[in-house]
């Protein structure tokens, strides 16, 4: 009898256990929101070529990197795309986060464009600029005056989104615009002029991909799989140049020629790089340009103040 009486409460607890599993509430996809950039796309390639599907990571694209950060401080996505100097200033604002995978490092992929009449930033005196009031576009802008020795205060900003500034370009609302890609080659296409690009400020602009800590803790699978489906998609842009180009071209409004070159202003890190940028102590790693990036956007008045980012880089994700 007691022989029974012990396999009853077993089996009674095992049907507690799966029915407890299978009343569980399916785990909800990740948001990812990104804004349009090239160094982004691999997340949508791997969408396309089913690194991963939608009941693990749903990918929102937005118009200008203003939106998608303003996404990410409503908790209307749970990942977010931008540049390390906007990722500072989710510190600054009391958010705590990581940066947890590195999308690109600009070498040539953020410019600044203007008429034809103008050839070079140092003609930019007087003129109309306009320009994201983010903390990229701004520093762009502030690093290009500086190179070229031109004061900040001689030139007229005029804040836009990077899309709507593509139309003021072309109605004659600015002189010149501080923009990447794809807007780039659609504004040299049409006859404007390049006066500066990121190579002169070589591995200063460095996209990255940021969580919530909270949030990163409760989500290692998806970030995972995240993180697993960007690297198999960076390696197929490599390996399969021509088709990837014609994928993305198509997403971003651009000829596959177009999209190939649109990446030639940009580094994209695989795994093992990745590891190396986000790791500590090592040659490349990311904490130590984000202290001389700091220092920048302080002297510029585009940071209030020292941050703190001890922890805030994490190789967790993506070894």
């Known amino acids: 009898m007691l022989v029974e009486h012990i396999k009853s409460i077993f089996i009674g607890l095992m049907l507690a256990v799966s029915l407890g599993a299978c009343s569980e509430e399916p785990q909800s996809p990740m948001r990812v929101?990104?804004?349009?950039?090239?160094?982004?796309?691999?997340?949508?390639?791997?969408?396309?070529?089913?690194?991963?599907?939608?009941?693990?990571?749903?990918?929102?694209?937005?118009?200008?990197?203003?939106?998608?950060?303003?996404?990410?401080?409503?908790?209307?996505?749970?990942?977010?795309?931008?540049?390390?100097?906007?990722?500072?200033?989710?510190?600054?604002?009391g958010i705590d986060i990581k940066v947890f995978l590195v999308a690109d490092i600009s070498d040539g992929g953020d410019v600044i464009v203007s008429r034809s009449d103008i050839q070079n930033v140092a003609e930019l005196r007087g003129r109309k600029v306009g320009v994201e009031s983010s903390a990229l576009g701004a520093?762009?802008?502030?690093?290009?005056?500086?190179?070229?020795?031109?004061?900040?205060?001689?030139?007229?900003?005029?804040?836009?989104?990077?899309?709507?500034?593509?139309?003021?370009?072309?109605?004659?609302?600015?002189?010149?615009?501080?923009?990447?890609?794809?807007?780039?080659?659609?504004?040299?296409?049409?006859?404007?002029?390049?006066?500066?690009?990121?190579?002169?400020?070589?591995?200063?602009?460095?996209?990255?991909?940021?969580?919530?800590?909270?949030?990163?803790?409760?989500n290692e699978v998806n970030l995972k799989v995240l993180s697993q489906g960007w690297f198999k998609a960076v390696s197929f842009i490599k390996g399969e140049p021509q088709k990837a180009s014609k994928l993305i071209g198509a997403r971003l409004d651009l000829s596959p020629e177009e999209a190939i070159s649109s990446f030639e202003g940009l580094t994209l890190p695989d795994g093992a790089m990745n590891a190396s940028l986000l790791a500590k102590g090592t040659p490349i790693s990311l904490s130590n340009g984000a202290l001389k990036l700091e220092k920048v956007l302080v002297?510029?008045?585009?940071?209030n103040s020292h941050v703190s980012m001890t922890g805030i880089f994490t190789d967790a994700y993506v070894r």
């Open 139 to 218: 520093y762009v802008l502030a690093r290009a005056l500086e190179i070229y020795n031109v004061p900040f205060g001689d030139v007229k900003l005029v804040h836009l989104t990077v899309d709507d500034s593509e139309k003021a370009f072309f109605d004659g609302s600015v002189d010149a615009v501080v923009t990447f890609e794809p807007y780039r080659s659609r504004l040299l296409r049409d006859g404007a002029n390049e006066i500066f690009t990121s190579r002169e400020m070589p591995n200063e602009i460095v996209d990255v991909l940021v969580v919530r800590s909270e949030f990163a803790a409760k």
């Open 33 to 93: 929101g990104t804004n349009v950039w090239p160094g982004y796309e691999p997340a949508y390639l791997a969408q396309d070529l089913g690194y991963f599907n939608t009941q693990q990571v749903r990918l929102s694209q937005f118009q200008s990197a203003s939106e998608s950060i303003r996404a990410f401080r409503n908790n209307a996505v749970d990942v977010v795309a931008l540049t390390l100097d906007e990722a500072l200033l989710l510190i600054q604002d």
């Open 299 to 303: 002297k510029h008045g585009l940071l």
